[in-house]
């Protein structure tokens, strides 16, 4: 069974950096693209970051390029979201998404974690 | 950026009936289309990917079409666990970008 399990999110001020972590497991996670998706409260669907299975390409949204970096670690079957200079509007649920395609560099998702909230608030 | 617009906003529906939701790109995102059902507090769970391919696991009753610029997802025989929020969104041009959402809710 594929699970994906957030964590890292929390209470943070403007300004703030934090770091999100998703474990994966039931899949080989090193043959899958992996994403970030983002809801804030009440709100809709935004994509935020993407990652190949290969780390050979990483994307981002205008709306956060310049203060994210996804990575990965295929050995601990781990993504994460390192988040730098965070704004009030960054707070959201962010969930970890998984590709459909192996070794395919998709952006929609079959598979997604419950998500970790982030609350920029001062 | 292309903008995903779905309509209605919010769909009044009897249980035992027919879902009819719409989203519009603007621009042709040819068929990379795929539509989401998410329930209060619940992950999104993929339903179609290819604007009418439905994912696994997925009932027969949930089916997409559309190609281009303009899609439909349809619900016939609404059932009680269907009742959702609703999201297309367009994975053809970066970056992928989601509609608003349609709420389908007991009439």
């Known amino acids: 069974e594929v699970q994906l399990v957030e964590s890292g999110g929390g209470l943070v001020q403007p300004g703030r950096s934090l770091r999100l972590s998703c474990a994966a497991s039931?899949?080989?996670?090193?043959?899958?693209?992996m994403h970030w998706v983002r809801q804030a409260p009440g709100k809709g669907l935004e994509w935020v970051s993407g990652?190949?299975?290969?780390?050979?390409?990483?994307d981002y949204a205008d709306s956060v390029k310049g203060r994210i970096t996804i990575s990965r670690d295929n050995a601990k079957n781990s993504l994460y979201l390192q988040m730098h200079n965070l704004r009030v509007e960054d707070t959201a649920l962010y969930y970890c998404a998984k590709a459909p395609i192996s070794g395919d560099y998709v952006w929609y998702f079959d598979y997604w974690g419950q998500g970790t909230l982030v609350t920029v608030s001062s | 950026e292309i903008v995903m617009t779905q309509s209605p906003a919010t769909l009044s529906v009897s249980p035992g009936g027919r879902a009819t939701l719409s989203c519009r790109a603007s621009?042709?995102?040819?068929?990379?289309l795929a539509w989401y059902q998410q329930k209060p507090g619940q992950a999104p769970r993929l339903l179609i990917y290819?604007?009418?391919t439905r994912a696994t696991g997925i009932p027969a009753r949930f089916s997409g079409s559309g190609s281009g610029t303009e899609f439909t997802l349809t619900i016939s025989s609404l059932q009680s666990e269907d009742f959702a929020v609703y999201y297309c969104?367009?994975?053809?041009?970066?970056?992928?970008?989601f509609g608003q959402g349609t709420k389908v809710e007991i009439k």
């Open positions: 290819g604007a009418s």
């Open positions: 621009q042709s995102v040819s068929s990379n």
């Open positions: 990652i190949s299975w290969n780390r050979g390409s990483t």
């Open positions: 969104q367009q994975y053809n041009n970066w970056p992928s970008t």
């Open positions: 039931g899949f080989t996670f090193g043959e899958y693209a």
